[in-house]
C-alpha cells in the first residue's frame, strides 16, 4: 500500500484519508468523515475545503452515490 493512503474501518465502513504534502482527501461516508474530522481538529488547526474539484492538476467530479470522473483535459503546464 502507497506510504500516503491510509485506510480505517469504522462499523464495517472503510475511511480512506490521501495525503499529499499539506493536503488531505478524505473519503467516506458523511458520518465517518465527519469523525475523522473531528479527530483531526483536536490535534491539529486544519481549514476543510469541501469537496474535492481539482486534485493535483486534474479536474474531479461526481454524482454522490453514482458515478466519479476525473480528467487532465483543462491541465496545462506552465514553462
Not at 3 to 16: A, K, M, Q, T
Amino acid at each position: 500500500m502507497d506510504g500516503g493512503l491510509y485506510v480505517r474501518s469504522v462499523g464495517g465502513s472503510p475511511i480512506f484519508v490521501s495525503v499529499y504534502v499539506d493536503d488531505l482527501v478524505i473519503a467516506g461516508t458523511d458520518e465517518n468523515i465527519e469523525l475523522v474530522l473531528q479527530e483531526l481538529r483536536a490535534k491539529f488547526e486544519i481549514k476543510d475545503l469541501g469537496p474535492v474539484t481539482d486534485l493535483l492538476h486534474m479536474d474531479v467530479s461526481y454524482v454522490l452515490g453514482q458515478a466519479l470522473w476525473i480528467s487532465q483535459e483543462t491541465a496545462s503546464i506552465s514553462c
